[in-house]
């Protein structure tokens, strides 16, 4: 199940804090989201080769018997043509029943971590609108990031999933007030968010992609830090 992952690109800290907080603005924009290519949902052989390692499963009913057989890729395919579609809630539901069978049936978590970078993503998204209180922002935040860490601990190699963690970081760092007493929350903001992007950079892949993210935030980041030290 190769799922690519979608940008929730955040981006850049300033201030002692208000130099960090203001870069930090035009850095939480974008956001990488795990979404293969259009084709790859109906025609990728890698994500179905992948798949099919542990499907079809079955569906079990309250009484415990099987009674109808629905391959997982058939739920994974339904929810990123929902995600793709703009349909979140509906991806979530698809992805969360997904989890369910898989759990229910031991499959590995490690052959189905892009799932939880899926949900992430769009978790991610979900706390970028404007419609929103800060309350449930904050909720969709936390829920984000405790999706792309599920993703990077069944496989640390998602490159992916480590720069949309560090961008959330990011964001965080974002809500922090503008006081002196802030200072170090927002350092230690800004380290915690670079340490992610190292582990990106690290990663001998071809996400290019997270890759270049990855770059160019260790780079804002690193100025931002410098700029905090002057003040």
Known sequence: MTISTMPILCHTLISATVVALALLSSSTNAFISPLPP?????????????????????????SGFSME????????????????S???????????????????????????????????????????GTAINNELKTELRINAKDAFKEAVNYRPSLGSAWVNLALLTLAEGKELGNSSSEQSKVENTLKEARQCCERALGLDNDDEQSRALANKLVVDIDSMMKQMRKL
């Open 38 to 62: 259009a084709k790859a949902v109906s025609s990728s052989r890698s994500t179905s080769l992948r798949i099919r390692r542990f499907i079809p499963l079955n569906m079990i009913s309250e």
């Open 69 to 84: 057989e629905i391959p997982l890729s058939q739920i994974f395919q339904k929810a990123v043509m929902l995600q793709r």
């Open 86 to 128: 703009g349909d979140r809630s509906g991806a979530l539901n698809e992805y969360q029943q997904f989890l369910k069978v898989a759990t229910s049936h031991d499959v590995d978590p490690m052959l189905y971590s892009e799932v939880y970078a899926n949900m992430g993503a769009i978790y991610a998204m979900q706390g970028k």
